[in-house]
Each structure stands twice: as structure tokens, then as C-alpha cells.
């Protein structure tokens, strides 16, 4: 495996189930994130993790939960979602050192609630 | 706060057409300048990226220019392939180290024969 991958490719979950996103990188970065994409809207970040530690979360509803065992492993846990938050759930990492940071995404996991 | 404003798509050309999507930013500091792209069905890929003043990206014939006295970072292709339709997506980044993106909402392009 190479880069940033994501399971499932696709989830279809009813409001009252718990069910959790994985996200693994194979480049030896040390940051992590979740973005959300809806559609017509901007990229929406979500958690930001640093050297496996939460540095930013952006507002979001404690039915998202995140979680970094590791530097290369990064998962979002969630229950009793909405319908609103079907959408395109993105994973990256960047090397997380450097005078700038070049993002590299996982293909998504497209998360439909029912 | 920083903003990125792309121009509004969907973008429409014939193949072989020159291509410009337009992109301005706000931004504090010195930001670093990229653009994105997203195929159907996939993340988003670095298309290219510009870390100062007067630098230019370019990757699979895209070129953009870094230019802090207009703050824009137009994306331009002298042709475009039909396998050039796609969302682009320009973004900065205001942080060394770790750092967050800022993203435009996407320019979705749509080449045809």
C-alpha cells in the first residue's frame, strides 16, 4: 500500500447506529486530518492531529469522535449521525515539519445517512 | 481571517482551448499557494504549488503564478484534454510546520470533444 488510504469507500448507516472511519498513511508523515466535503460548499476541516496529539477541532459535534493511535493511523468514530452529515469524508497527512506543508489525501469515504 | 475566492463554475470548453481559472486569496502572513484537483469518485490530488512572491508552479502542462501585488494565483493550460475535466480546488497554507489548508469552494471544468 502506498499513500493515504481510506475504508470503507462507502457507508450507508441509520441515525441510531455507531460506526467508525479508518484512515492509514504510508509516507511517514507525523499530521493528520479530517475534512469534510458537502456539496456546493467549501472543504470543511474538521480535526487536525500533530505527533498523534488533537491540535484543532473545528467546532465539531461530539457525534464525530476522533481518534490517532499512532502517526499513521487516524480514525473518526461516529454515532447517532444526522441526515445533514451525508457527505465525502476526506483523510491527509502532511510531514507536519517544513516552512510549508503539502497536504496528500486518501480517496474518501462517501458516507450517506439515512 | 484567511479566504480563498475562486471563480464560479462549471467552466465548459472544447478540446485544445486555452483554460484560465481565476483565484485571489486573503491572507495575514505570507501564505503558500496550491492547487488541488478532484477526479470523479476520488480525494484530491496536489496539482501544483508556489511557496513565494514571483514563483511559478506548473505540473502536466497547468501553470500558475504566485502574485502578492494582485494576491492571486491564476491557474492557466495552453490546451486542454478532455481528461482535464475535473474540480479544481485552489488553497493557502499561513503556517510553517504543521499547518491547516484554506480552500476555495472548487471550480468544477468540463472539456469536450
Known amino acids: 500500500e502506498t499513500g493515504v488510504t481510506q475504508t470503507p469507500r462507502h457507508l450507508v448507516m441509520g441515525m441510531t447506529n455507531k460506526k467508525s472511519l479508518k484512515c492509514e498513511q504510508h509516507?511517514?508523515?507525523?499530521?493528520m486530518y479530517w475534512y469534510k466535503q458537502s456539496a456546493k460548499k467549501p472543504l470543511e476541516l474538521m480535526f487536525v492531529y500533530n505527533f498523534k496529539e488533537q491540535t484543532e477541532n473545528n467546532s465539531v459535534p461530539s457525534r464525530f469522535s476522533p481518534e490517532c493511535p499512532n502517526s499513521s493511523h487516524l480514525f473518526l468514530h461516529l454515532h447517532t449521525l444526522q441526515p445533514e452529515d451525508s457527505a465525502l469524508y476526506l483523510c491527509a497527512s502532511s510531514p507536519g515539519t517544513g516552512d510549508y506543508n503539502e497536504q496528500f489525501f486518501g480517496p474518501g469515504t462517501r458516507l450517506t445517512v439515512l | 481571517g484567511d479566504s480563498v475566492t475562486q471563480m464560479e463554475g462549471p467552466v465548459t470548453l472544447s478540446e485544445e482551448a486555452f483554460l484560465t481559472i481565476n483565484c485571489t486569496y486573503t491572507a495575514t502572513g505570507y501564505p503558500s499557494l496550491f492547487w488541488y484537483v478532484q477526479y470523479p469518485g476520488e480525494g484530491l490530488q496536489l496539482l501544483l504549488k508556489?511557496?513565494?512572491?514571483?514563483d511559478k508552479g506548473s505540473n502536466k502542462g497547468f501553470e500558475a503564478t504566485y502574485r502578492k501585488e494582485t494576491t492571486s494565483f491564476h491557474l492557466e493550460k495552453g490546451s486542454v484534454q478532455v481528461s482535464d475535466s475535473a474540480v479544481y480546488f485552489c488553497?493557502?497554507?499561513?503556517?510553517?510546520?504543521?499547518?491547516?489548508?484554506?480552500f476555495g469552494k472548487g471550480t468544477m471544468l468540463l472539456v469536450s470533444p
Open positions: 508556489a511557496t513565494k512572491a514571483d
Open positions: 509516507l511517514g508523515h507525523n499530521a
Open positions: 488553497a493557502l497554507s499561513d503556517r510553517a510546520g504543521y499547518s491547516t489548508l484554506t
